[in-house]
């Protein structure tokens, strides 16, 4: 859905593992926006019909970048700056209480 | 002029569950309720349909809940016949969790007392050991602290929101009159019935319920009757939504057919607002991540404060005006736990006069008792 | 933490960033809140990283966006405590403001509080509008502000505003195949505000701004159709493409990788919401904004509004009134007396009138028209936390709701995640045109905290201020 107009070489960025891949992005970066450089075309289903989802504001209003970072479910990607080593993971419908640390 | 049977002042859970029942009676019902923003209990509600622990002091509310809980399951069968939604209603049981040795001896004592009370009938609840506890909730494991509780088989639960909808439906589906956005204002009585007026309406009825929570306050004297209730604010914590993990309700923590966690409550003595507070948020999520700690990672979504409609005993009233006949008033702050009882036995007797046992009891003669007693 | 301020800002856009500053520059002990990693607000977004390590990209962005290094600059010199990634989940009459900071919650208490919370895209209830590929055009540039990201494959920018024209050419010449830009304002319309603007205004440049940025778009063969109408988003799990029909009411489609949408911006209003302040409605932008001062003082005397949150006049008007709101409040604190609080207030007041000057005409030019909630179809989704449909809202009209907090209770509609912010705006106008009652008469959802996202063992954990309450009633 989006590409970085330059790459960033991994002495210069963040790597960070969304859904078994592994991102380096440029610091500062959010973790929606990482999201959609690694390619996911959604990030979510939702909790009601299941249906997909995208980051859609980029500011942290519309709660559709809903995701898992660090195991912790239901975060918002956009208001999360990436951190070395982050795992990120798309979520499917409701969050299970057993997937909390 | 609008002309009916009998005319309900409030479109809460009460004054919505009499008018149904009233009109599936056959009676010609007009149900007058208020605007978008208004003082609704209604709307706050937890979603318990509870019997155990209440009627602690009144042998005749403990009962009246449990035949209230009785008549639950026929009810929300039929509310979803006639108004197509599904209430969510579940009779599983339900579980009051103690947390320390003195919180259990406490809930000791209150089952001897109410049992005591019941007389030959016995009292349905059960002292259940951490252990026992755990067994009933097996995936939500129990936080230290948690030393036991109690266990009623007729406890149970619903979604409140979607109950307040489907009465109304379903009492517009058998034919009554819902007219939102008027506040009754007055409240006259004529020679064979009563006069309201609400947003410049006229409505008149040979009968009157009065169920209009605080607004029974300034109404109540119209109809020659002195109610004396008060307010009593309660803070709800609701979660996001999570996959079905607790099978049962506990009295301060629910988990909705939605998925969301709701979590309870304060009792606050605050006059009329409605605000929440940061302290009493933090008094409810840290008293019910004691009891199940795996609620810690959830994320709240809302916290709400809605007024309880309390009596001086916290019982409920029922009573017809002695000075203006025809004149009825019901309150009470289980409006979701006594909705079949309201629809039911309470229509019955307001529609044809069968008075249930003992019913002067909930009366307000309680309260104006002479002398200090 | 320290918890007790004579000043607690709220965001750190060009009103926060301002506000910051002269009450700091006054003497008042003052803390910055921010959602956000870095200063700047969504306007001039990351504008320390970009001028210091993405050059290419500051030259894309321009000298407006420039500007935001100076403000910044000037907020940094002033050493004014800054807390980047906070959030504020409840605010009081008495000045405390709860808020969450690296996981945890806590307490603060000022004295004054000054909300410089900005503004949000206006959300756009069409069909199609919840599929993955379809993003707000200021979400995009948000992603190529923070990180350099452009959309892959062919791209469609839809809507109105100084922003879509704005955002289709930064993003063509960062190299992002615009394939097309739809725009709902007519050729006409836009004639006519030029004509205007040479007469009556010219000191402004918005949309003069905007017309070179449509030449230029032009030039690059980059099809803009002006005056269209009923655009919606198709594609079963992902955007496909987009519909539209022109001026003579034809229906065109048009293969898209990427949709982005963009109905103009409007105030956010979740905090004088949540403390339940008067809000007045904007007629022509059609959006609630809270009622104030001139000092941007709302109906509740502790809180301030500065800045887009306040109504929408831009990035320079919002420098003006943080500044404005800063003053006034160091007289109410006694740091100013009133006669000095009017004498520096002149040029500021002066300087807002230049550049609010414009905005009539831009409101008028700009209204938003991508989402019409009064012609939504019954089956697109309003509320996208609940996926409650425009049917199912006109059900409840129906069934007697006359409004959004009994909506809430009827159907679950803003009672998601957002708590309202993806609907509430679309949801009270489509309850007016339902009832056929002025949308004032509708109102709005009550906002209840926390109003951003606390978790519950944050919450229990903070430190109590106040002994356990008694316990509460069985049920």
Same mark, same amino acid.
């Given at each position: 859905m989006?590409?970085?107009r ?24 959010s973790?929606?926006?990482? #999201? ?16 997909p989802?995208?980051?859609?504001c980029?500011?942290? *209003? ?6 898992? *970072?660090?195991?912790?479910p ?28 | ?28 019902? &007009?149900l ?32 009246? #809940? ?12 039929e ?16 579980l ?5 040795e003195?919180?259990? +001896? ?11 009370? #019941? ?11 951490r ?16 030393s036991?509780g ?8 619903? +979604?409140?929101?979607r ?13 009554g009159q819902?007219r ?11 020679d ?6 609400? +947003? ?22 119209? @109809? ?14 609701? !979660?996001?939504?999570?996959?079905p ?21 304060s ?10 507070t940061?302290?009493t ?10 009891a199940l ?23 409920p009233?029922?009573e ?8 009825? &008033?019901? !309150? ?7 909705? =079949? ?28 008792v002479?002398?200090?007693? | 933490?320290?918890t ?12 926060g ?5 002269e ?14 990693? /870095? ?9 320390e990283a970009?001028?210091?390590?993405r ?6 962005l321009g ?21 980047p ?33 900005g /503004?949000?895209e206006?959300?756009?209830p @069409? ?35 100084p ?6 050419g ?7 195949? *615009? %394939? ?22 010219? =000191? ?9 940025m449509? &030449? ?5 063969? *980059? ?7 009923a ?15 022109d ?13 982005l ?5 409007v105030?956010s ?30 109906s509740c005397?502790?809180? %301030? ?15 003006a ?8 409040? /160091? ?14 207030a ?16 831009l409101?008028?030019?700009y209204?938003p ?30 069934d007697g709701?006359?409004?959004? +907090? ?31 009652v ?21 919450? #229990? ?6 002994p ?8």
């Amino acid at each position: 859905m989006f590409r970085a107009r330059h790459d960033t070489p991994p002495e210069d960025g963040v790597t960070v593992t969304i859904d078994g891949h592994d991102v380096t992005v440029p610091p500062d970066t959010s973790v929606a926006a990482a #999201a959609l450089l690694a390619g996911l075309d959604h990030v979510r289903t939702t909790p009601v019909s299941g249906t997909p989802r995208a980051p859609y504001c980029m500011m942290g *209003i519309c709660f559709d970048c809903l995701m898992e *970072i660090d195991g912790v479910p239901n975060r918002q990607a956009c208001l999360e700056i990436v951190r070395p080593g982050m795992t990120v993971r798309r979520q499917d419908g409701a969050r299970s209480l057993g997937a909390a640390p | 002029m609008v002309q009916a049977d009998v005319v309900v002042i409030g479109g809460g859970i009460i004054g919505s569950a009499i008018a149904y029942g009233l009109r599936s009676l056959g009676c010609d019902v &007009v149900l007058l309720d208020e605007g978008d923003v208004a003082l609704r209990a209604a709307r706050g509600n937890f979603g318990l349909v509870w019997v155990q622990g209440k009627g602690l002091g009144m042998r005749r509310y403990a009962e009246w #809940a449990r035949q209230s809980a009785d008549l639950w399951p026929a009810f929300a069968d039929e509310l979803h016949a006639r108004s197509g939604i599904d209430v969510a209603y579940r009779k599983d049981g339900g579980l009051m969790l103690c947390l320390g040795e003195d919180e259990l +001896n406490r809930r000791r004592w209150e089952l001897a007392q109410l049992t005591h009370q #019941a007389g030959p009938d016995g009292y349905d609840c059960t002292l259940l050991d951490r252990q026992q506890v755990q067994e009933l909730i097996p995936d939500a494991p129990l936080g230290d602290e948690v030393s036991g509780g109690s266990y009623s088989p007729h406890d149970g639960d619903c +979604n409140p929101l979607r109950l307040l909808n489907a009465v109304h439906h379903a009492f517009r589906a058998v034919g009554g009159q819902y007219r939102p956005d008027h506040r009754a204002e007055t409240i006259t009585r004529e020679d064979d019935g009563f006069t309201v007026t609400a +947003n410049r309406t006229v409505f008149r009825a040979a009968k009157l319920v009065l169920a209009a929570g605080h607004g029974i306050t300034h109404l109540a004297p119209q @109809i020659g009757l002195q109610v004396p209730i008060h307010p009593e604010r309660g803070q709800v914590l609701v !979660t996001e939504r999570v996959r079905p993990f607790l099978r049962l309700p506990i009295n301060g923590i629910r988990q909705t057919d939605e998925g969301t966690i709701m979590l309870g409550s304060s009792a606050e003595d605050v006059g009329f607002d409605e605000r929440t507070t940061a302290d009493t948020m933090r008094h409810i999520a840290d008293r019910n991540l004691r009891a199940l700690p795996c609620l810690r990672h959830l994320r709240l979504n809302r916290v709400w404060g809605a007024l309880r409609v309390l009596t001086p005993d916290d019982f409920p009233v029922y009573e017809q005006s002695v000075s203006h006949p025809g004149a009825y &008033v019901a !309150t009470s702050h289980s409006g979701v736990s006594l909705a =079949a009882i309201h629809a039911g036995p309470v229509a019955r007797w307001i529609a044809d006069g069968e008075e249930p046992s003992e019913f002067n009891q909930f009366s307000t003669k309680r309260f104006h008792v002479s002398g200090t007693a | 933490m320290k918890t007790e301020w004579d000043v607690v800002v709220i965001g750190a856009g060009p009103a926060g960033l301002t506000a910051a500053t002269e009450a700091a520059g006054l003497g008042l002990d003052t803390l910055v809140v921010d959602e956000q990693p /870095a200063p700047g607000g969504q306007i001039y977004r990351s504008v320390e990283a970009v001028h210091t390590r993405r050059t290419k990209d500051a030259a894309l962005l321009g000298p407006d966006y420039g500007h935001g290094l100076d403000l910044v600059r000037r907020f940094r010199d002033a050493n004014i405590p800054y807390w980047p990634e906070t959030g504020v989940w409840q605010v009081t009459e008495d000045g405390e403001l709860g808020i969450t900071r690296a996981g945890e919650a806590g307490l603060l208490k000022a004295r004054r509080i000054i909300a410089a919370a900005g /503004a949000q895209e206006r959300p756009v209830p @069409i069909p199609g509008w919840t599929l993955p590929g379809v993003m707000g055009a200021g979400g995009a540039q948000v992603l190529f502000k923070s990180a350099g990201m452009i959309p892959r494959g062919r791209t469609v920018i839809a809507g109105t505003g100084p922003l879509v024209l704005l955002v289709a050419g930064q993003l063509s010449d960062a190299g992002a195949e *615009i %394939a097309a830009v739809l725009d709902t304002v007519t050729q006409a319309d836009y004639h006519m505000a030029a004509g205007h603007l040479f007469s009556a205004l010219k =000191a402004s440049d918005y949309v003069l701004k905007g017309l070179a940025m449509m &030449v230029k778009l032009r030039r690059r063969g *980059i099809p803009v159709h002006a005056g269209v109408r009923a655009v919606s988003v198709t594609g079963s799990d992902r955007a496909a493409g987009v519909a539209y029909t022109d001026p003579k009411g034809t229906t065109h489609s048009l293969a898209a990788d990427t949709v982005l949408l963009h109905d103009g911006v409007v105030p956010s209003t979740q905090l004088t919401r949540q403390l339940d302040c008067t809000h007045g409605w904007h007629h022509t932008q059609r959006y609630w904004y809270p009622v104030t001062d001139a000092w941007g003082t709302t109906s509740c005397e502790t809180l %301030a509004v500065a800045g887009d949150c306040a109504g929408i006049t831009g990035a320079k008007a919002a420098e003006a009134s943080g500044r404005l709101a800063a003053l006034d409040t /160091a007289t109410r604190l006694g740091r100013l007396s009133a006669v000095n609080r009017e004498r520096r207030a002149m040029a500021l007041l002066a300087f807002q009138r230049r550049h609010t000057a414009v905005r009539p005409l831009l409101d008028q030019l700009y209204q938003p028209r991508l989402s019409l909630p009064a012609g939504t179809p019954d089956d697109t989704i309003l509320c996208r936390c609940e996926e409650v449909t425009a049917g199912a809202i006109r059900a409840a009209v129906a069934d007697g709701c006359l409004g959004p +907090n009994q909506l809430k209770a009827f159907t679950r509609c803003g009672m998601g995640p957002c708590q309202g912010r993806m609907c509430g705006l679309s949801v009270a106008e489509l309850i007016a045109a339902e009832r056929r009652v002025p949308v004032m008469q509708v109102g709005y959802y009550r906002i209840r905290p926390p109003i951003k996202p606390v978790t519950l063992g944050a919450l #229990a954990a903070m430190a109590p201020t106040a002994p356990a309450p008694p316990d509460p009633l069985d049920t």
